[in-house]
């Protein structure tokens, strides 16, 4: 079994910053690109960043410049450090990764959630 654990949302001023970090467990072999999308309520879940185990990046053009993509590789762990929050920011933000659990199988998992609330 492979589980992503989120950690570090929360309630925070319009300006402020917030660190997400997310960590897999559990049986694997080995893990390709990952990364963290937000939902808003009402609205579908979207793409915030992504990052590839070679260390390549991309983001959603509504945070670059102000949202860094980072990871460690040695402890299956994926950060979002965001700076300069907005209110439209406001969101469960969920941690994704494609992770090889045998030679023969790759699959995509998601955390639970972590909700950031940015207030004006």
């Known amino acids: 079994q492979v589980q992503l654990v989120e950690s570090g949302g929360g309630l925070v001023q319009a300006g402020g910053s917030l660190r997400l970090s997310c960590a897999a467990s559990g049986s694997i072999l080995s893990i390709n690109a990952m990364g963290w999308y937000r939902q808003a309520p009402g609205k579908q879940r979207d793409l915030v960043a992504t990052?590839?185990?070679?260390?390549?990046?991309n983001y959603v053009d509504s945070v670059k410049g102000r949202f860094t993509i980072s990871r460690d590789n040695a402890k299956n762990t994926v950060y979002l450090q965001m700076n300069s929050l907005k209110p439209e920011d406001t969101a469960v933000y969920y941690c994704n990764a494609l992770i090889r659990i045998s030679y023969l199988s790759t699959n995509n998992y998601w955390g639970q959630g972590t909700q950031v609330t940015v207030s004006s």
């Open positions: 990052i590839t185990s070679a260390g390549s990046t």
